[in-house]
């Protein structure tokens, strides 16, 4: 196995050049995703690492694509700062190439987006070796095709990113979170569209099976204490109280992802299919998040069987860890649209991990 | 059987029209300074329509635009001489409402406002709120990614499009996204939203709602320089709010408001800024007393803070109604929606003023302040020959420079017609041809939406211009 060590765009260019068949890796925290099939060359994204230009006054930062996560939050952080989407893995090394191309989001994403809310612009390599830029790096652009977003979960399949440009906000200043259970799935899932559709405004709505609510709010400490007890009132229940750093570190934690034991995959789903879900799931360790719009599961079976349960209930799901010969499981998604854009930045099948 | 003829299979004359008087009304849309005559107007009333017009399209080669309310005011949907254009308004209806998964399926000549109208009784709204709201249609505002007064916090429309049934160029369907926020391959809806209608035409299309901010703290500003008001946007970003909307308006727009609606703004006013709060009320009351604060620290000689819903409604009248008003001092204008980062706003503002003074034309300035996009109205008279061509010239030197200060050259109006000649200063040739190859993998013939965003090819002369109908009666607004 070929491993290539870029340290700039240029570098990656020649590569993919030289190269029949491609794969980049970045922190590698999602080896179902970075692990190459057999003759394809590894691209080592960590040598194009580092913060290009931040203003904080601006809410936007530009970053090589292997930057790992955890670099820039810490320099958000030291200006109120952070990625709204709050991606998970950034203690398991992960980067910023790594997590637009898989279209990784976290628990926070509930407040105000998910990866594809905050990117603004890229650079990629093309399966030919050109080097492309779009979007930009400010906050509003109209200007030309949105490959920024068309990045977002392409798996390295339509190009090899090399910068990234983002959108952030301000840290809220104060945080406290409420764990509230029910006695049955039902009556959980009947406070979560309450909330969901209310003005109470969550950092994180998330459903840990089999009946508890974990909400997260966010924002100025003075009005924290009023805004714990209308919640309190709204979900009926007093639920208990996580505050300070046991707060912090509950969340932090849970963005390991470390659920358990066999594949960490993700589902993308709505809150409606969840029922029929937790009747298929048994004991596989998971989480629903962002008002049950994205399910984190860990499952220690043939991937095979969950492919086929997840067809079953019409989801499609992205297997981030654990050995697989298909990182992409349950329903089918392609079609004509994604194939042409697909050959059109990669005609030659560079990126595909199969020989054309 | 000629062109029409087969064109009429699928159209009843009254949707089929090719009459030289049925299509004037066609011939341009907001930028009203660029006019072609389409060869024929379809207007269909289902997806099937929309795929037997696009076929007919494919197989005869003839080039395309899908129109909405046409309030493009990047000549977007202007028609193509000689080619087809396809008038989706009667395709308007709500498809579905689902105030629990909370979003709602609309057909594309379905209003935006009408969206957050229908959701209102559920405490819900559709975000995205161009000034053209009243009129503008959802598949144009998809189209062309519209923005409005409250893009830093909530994003553009593509941030609130979760799927969308699309006509691709030679006819097929496609359904792009889902119901999920979240997705697990590639982007593609987020691709084709903003493509301006060169991948497709969508004809069903489902939107994100939100719950409606419970409170709201709309203060209104008055400084006696435009600088003051800049750097007051910049004091609120640092103290770490995050408004829902920050504006500003200068002397001139104030003016042309005030003429138009008497929404009580102080008339001598340099500088005008609206700042908004939103949200849990426990929370909005507390951060008002830091935004007062700052406000207060801004050098502000006049503070209001709306009292009541009502005196909210004022403050936004005259915003949103300060570029057709501007109308009243000027018997024509351009109007621009170039970005900067915000840092730049004060830096841009006085090279305009600059620009303006050198090239003897008024620009009255109205912008979103919280994300950088300005929006200078040059005025002219087009009558005064070479006044167009100059304010012309103007309007591509404020472009320009909202590059080189690291911006773009649009923030949500699009690049149309208009500003395709500006594309190279913003991207560059390797960036554009991956962006044509991709159309052209949809698109090998360039039929959808021809001539429009990428530069080069022929464009339609230029001519006396003047406000669109619509807006001298006070219908719609520019933004």
């Known amino acids: ?356 | 059987m000629t062109l029409l003829e087969e064109l009429g299979r699928f159209f009843p004359p009254g949707r089929l029209l090719h009459k030289p008087g049925e299509l004037v009304p066609y011939e341009s849309d907001a930028l009203t300074a660029f006019r072609a005559r389409p060869l024929a107007v379809v207007l269909p009333e289902s997806h099937e329509e929309v795929v037997q017009a696009v076929r007919w399209c494919a197989r005869h080669r003839i080039p395309y635009v899908a129109r909405g309310s046409g309030t493009s005011l990047s000549g977007g949907s202007l028609p193509i001489d000689g080619g087809l254009l396809i008038g989706l308004n009667r395709m308007n209806k709500l498809l579905r409402l689902d105030p629990q998964e909370r979003i709602a399926v609309v057909e594309p000549g379905f209003i935006n406002l009408q969206v957050s109208n229908a959701a209102a009784p559920y405490g819900l709204y559709y975000a995205p709120d161009p000034s053209s709201q009243p009129v503008s249609t959802i598949g144009g505002n998809l189209a062309f990614n519209s923005g409005g007064a409250h893009c830093l916090k909530y994003g553009m429309t593509s941030n609130h499009v979760l799927g969308a049934k699309v006509v691709l160029p030679d006819g097929e369907t496609v359904v792009l996204g889902s119901e999920s926020l979240e997705n697990t391959g590639p982007d593609w809806l987020g691709l084709f939203v903003g493509s301006e209608g060169l991948l497709g035409i969508a004809t069903e299309i489902t939107l994100r709602l939100l719950p409606k901010p419970e409170t709201y703290h709309t203060v209104l500003a008055a400084y006696d320089a435009l600088e003051k008001a800049g750097e007051a946007v910049a004091a609120v970003v640092a103290s770490g709010l995050l408004p829902g909307a920050m504006e500003i308006m200068d002397s001139l727009a104030i003016e042309a408001a005030e003429a138009a609606v008497r929404a009580g703004y102080p008339r001598e006013a340099r500088a005008l800024l609206i700042v908004e709060l939103e949200g849990e009320a426990p929370q909005v009351e507390a951060e008002a007393r830091y935004l007062d604060e700052v406000i207060r620290r801004s050098g502000a000689y006049e503070v209001r803070v709306a009292q009541s819903a009502e005196e909210r409604l004022k403050i936004w009248k005259g915003r949103k109604a300060a570029f057709s008003a501007v109308g009243r001092l000027s018997p024509d204008y351009i109007v621009q929606d170039g970005v900067v980062p915000r840092s730049r706003l004060g830096q841009a503002l006085s090279e305009i003023e600059r620009l303006s003074a050198r090239y003897g034309l008024r620009v009255a300035n109205v912008f979103h302040a919280g994300d950088g996009n300005l929006h200078p109205l040059i005025l002219y008279n087009g009558r005064v020959p070479g006044e167009l061509e100059r304010a012309e010239e103007l309007a591509g030197e404020i472009l320009r420079l909202c590059v080189a200060l690291g911006g773009s050259i649009t923030g949500e109006h699009g690049v149309g017609m208009e500003k395709k000649a500006y594309m190279p200063e913003m991207f560059s040739e390797a960036d554009l041809e991956a962006m044509r190859r991709i159309r052209r993998a949809l698109d090998p013939f360039e039929l959808s939406n021809r001539g429009k965003m990428f530069p080069g090819g022929e464009a339609p002369a230029l001519h006396q211009a003047g406000p669109h109908p619509l807006e001298r009666a006070g219908i719609i607004s520019r933004e």
């Not at chain 1, 030309?144 to 301000?170: I, W």
């Not at chain 1, 570190?249 to 960490?264: A, C, S």
């Open chain 1, 1 to 356: 196995m070929t491993v290539l060590h870029p340290t700039s765009p240029a570098e990656v260019q020649e590569a993919v050049r030289a190269h029949r068949r491609v794969l980049a890796r970045g922190g590698g925290s999602k080896p179902a995703l970075s692990t190459p099939a057999e003759g394809q060359t590894v691209l080592e994204m960590k040598g194009l690492s580092g913060v290009v230009e931040y203003d904080p006054g601006e809410y936007v930062l530009v970053a090589k694509a292997g930057t790992p996560l955890a670099q820039v939050e810490e320099l958000l952080a030291q200006h109120g700062q952070y990625l709204p989407f709050d991606p998970p893995l950034a203690e398991q090394g992960a980067t910023l190439g790594g997590t637009v191309a898989a279209g990784l989001s976290g628990p926070m994403r509930q407040r105000y987006g998910g990866v594809r809310d905050f990117i603004l612009g890229v650079q990629f390599v093309d399966g030919e070796g050109q080097l492309v830029r779009a979007g930009g790096k400010v906050v509003k652009n109209a200007a030309g095709f949105d490959l920024p977003k068309l990045m977002v979960g392409s798996l390295g399949r339509l190009g090899l990113l090399t910068e990234l440009a983002f959108k952030v906000f301000p840290y809220p200043k104060a945080t406290a979170t409420l764990q509230v259970a029910f006695p049955r799935l039902e009556e959980a899932l009947e406070a979560l569209y309450r909330l969901a559709g209310s003005p109470i405004e969550l950092y994180a709505l998330d459903l840990v099976p089999p009946a508890t609510l974990t909400l997260r709010l966010g924002g100025l400490p003075e009005a924290l204490p009023a805004r714990l007890e209308r919640l309190r009132a709204f979900v009926g229940r007093a639920g208990d109280l996580l505050e300070g750093e046991a707060e912090a570190q509950y969340w932090r934690n849970l963005k390991r992802l470390e659920l358990g034991e066999g594949h960490l995959v993700k589902v993308a789903l709505t809150p409606r299919q969840i029922p029929a879900l937790e009747q298929a799931l048994g004991s596989a360790p998971r989480r629903y998040m962002s008002a049950g719009h994205l399910l984190y599961l860990a499952w220690n079976h043939e991937p095979a069987r969950l492919d086929a349960l997840l067809r079953l209930q019409n989801l499609s799901g992205l297997v981030l860890k654990g050995p697989t010969h298909q990182a992409r499981i349950g329903i089918d998604l392609e079609h004509t649209f994604g194939r042409r854009v697909a050959a059109a930045l990669d005609p030659q099948g560079r990126f595909s991990p199969t020989p054309p």
